[in-house]
């Protein structure tokens, strides 16, 4: 699909994807793991520029969970060059299209030099007014609940609000995507159908695409056809067609 069948109206703002099929990929090809995730990179760079086009304000990348980490310690090791190396070589052409870099995730687990390497990104793209790509690393959606619980319940116990202060607005201002609106259109790749601890309060709402793509095949034209099928659904929010339509 080309960029032209999409609707100029009703593009999401925000739109998160769980790239998924790296592994299975890489054994299609007969070769290791690692060279799925590589494969994995041009993916988020057609992504991304097909994101920039459409206007789409939001795209958050679910690159690192933080089940992840319990994977076999070679993998997790070539992730994290793989990581500093997609910086690195991306950084430029980030800039060059005004994408401004964020991280959700507890960045503290990750070896100093990606740590740095990831700060070093976001600062530098910090000024970029385009597109805001949000990757999650060491990311899960528990954590991220809980993290906010965490914040709110130092603030109690200070003294410095009260439990009635706590509504669904103060809680949201304590996630790690705070300033960010939920996610319209949540997109999984490879034929799963699992959220996978990925933005759980976020998704409250969102329409969920599943393709059947592997993530290294994904390309900006799938990301076009998830949004032509988002557009063309009713989003209800718990009303009645007839309401919507009124
Ligand atoms: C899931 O596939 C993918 C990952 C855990 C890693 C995703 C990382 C990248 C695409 C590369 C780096 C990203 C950026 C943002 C530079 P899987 O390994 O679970 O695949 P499988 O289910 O087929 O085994």
Not at 54 to 78: H, M, Q
Not at 92 to 107: A, Q, S, T, Y
Not at 188 to 213: C, D, K, M, P, V
Request: include cysteine; glycine fraction near 6%.
């Amino acid at each position: 699909m080309n960029i032209e069948q999409v609707s100029k109206s009703g593009i999401p703002r925000h739109v998160a994807v769980i790239m998924d099929g790296n592994g299975r990929w890489a054994q299609k090809h007969g070769s290791e793991r690692i060279l799925g995730h590589r494969q994995g990179v041009n993916s988020v760079r057609s992504i991304v520029e097909g994101a920039g086009e459409l206007g789409i304000e939001y795209l958050t990348l679910y690159a690192f969970s933080t089940e992840n980490w319990d994977r076999p310690k070679e993998e997790v090791s070539a992730l994290m060059v793989l990581l500093i190396d997609a910086i690195v070589q991306e950084i430029d052409n980030l800039n060059e299209k005004n994408v401004r870099m964020l991280v959700i995730g507890d960045l503290c687990c990750f070896p100093k030099e990606v740590e740095n390497k990831l700060r070093e990104a976001i600062q530098t793209t910090s000024k970029n007014t385009g597109l805001n790509l949000i990757l999650g690393l060491s990311y899960s959606g528990r954590w991220d609940i809980l993290e906010a619980v965490r914040k709110i319940s130092l603030e109690v116990k200070s003294g410095q609000i009260e439990v009635s202060d706590v509504n669904e607005q103060f809680f949201v201002d304590h996630l790690s995507t705070s300033g960010i609106p939920d996610p319209e259109l949540l997109i999984r790749t490879s034929g799963e159908f699992r959220i996978s601890n990925f933005l759980l309060w976020q998704i409250a709402y969102s329409e969920f695409y599943f393709s059947n793509i592997l993530w290294p095949d994904f390309r900006k034209e799938n990301l076009f056809e998830a949004i032509v099928d988002f557009q063309n659904r009713e989003r209800r929010f718990g009303k009645t067609s007839e309401q919507i339509r009124n």
